[in-house]
T-cell receptor
């Protein structure tokens, strides 16, 4: 299995809702990532998990809460979002360590989030 | 700090013509460089990567890129464009010792029939 699976593919939520994005991989990767991509812009890193522990938080607002319950799963919990948070949220995975990570970062197809 | 700059936010070529997408990097250490393609409403697909070794890297779909240290460049080429190549292309670099991929601003490739 060489895929990163993200669910749901599309999500519409109100500003008072709580929702979660899910990401799953079975490639034995122990590093997982959340990226945010606005329209016509490059992906921007949000969080990095290594061995199920948060290693990088790119100063993301607390209304985004990541969770890595095991080595195959990565969640992004959403609460009290703003319309400007509407974007494509991409999950990725890789091996841990710069040398091994650069064998390849595998991306999912993303969740298209719309906040109304 | 490491970064990449993609020259040209939009490139348009005729079907069958040469595709050249430009990427320059800045890095104080040997970089790891990547090219990704993104089709509309989809995620990112790895085209090719340079880590160490051979400076001419061949990827999928007939694309290749050459790492030129003297020019700090990693330009993406394809000898003959196909309509299916129309997409957004991102150059990316690994940041330092951390596991961070940083992307260039992207180049939208349009293929004219």
């Amino acid at each position: 299995d060489t895929e990163v699976t993200q669910t749901p593919k599309h999500l519409v939520m109100g500003m008072t809702n709580k929702k979660s994005l899910k990401c799953e991989q079975h490639m034995g990767h122990r590093a997982m990532y959340w990226y945010k991509q606005k329209a016509k812009k490059p992906p921007e890193l949000m969080f990095v998990y290594s061995y199920e522990k948060l290693s990088i938080n790119e100063s993301v607002p607390s209304r985004f809460s990541p969770e890595c319950p095991n080595s195959s799963l990565l969640n992004l919990h959403l609460h009290a979002l703003q319309p400007e948070d509407s974007a494509l949220y991409l999950c990725a995975s890789s091996h841990v360590g710069r040398e091994r990570a650069n064998y390849g970062y595998t991306f999912g197809s993303g969740t298209r989030l719309t906040v109304v | 700090a490491q970064s990449v700059t993609q020259l040209g936010s939009h490139v348009s070529v005729s079907e069958g013509a040469l595709v050249l997408l430009r990427c320059n990097y800045s890095s104080s250490v040997p970089p790891y460089l990547f090219w990704y393609v993104q089709y509309p409403n989809q995620g990112l697909q790895l085209l090719l990567k340079y880590t160490t070794g051979a400076t001419l890297v061949k990827g999928i779909n007939g694309f290749e890129a050459e790492f030129k240290k003297s020019e700090t460049s990693f330009h993406l080429t394809k000898p003959s464009a196909h309509m299916s190549d129309a997409a957004e292309y991102f150059c990316a670099v690994n940041i330092g010792g951390a596991q961070k991929l940083v992307f260039g601003q992207g180049t939208r490739l349009t293929i004219n029939p």
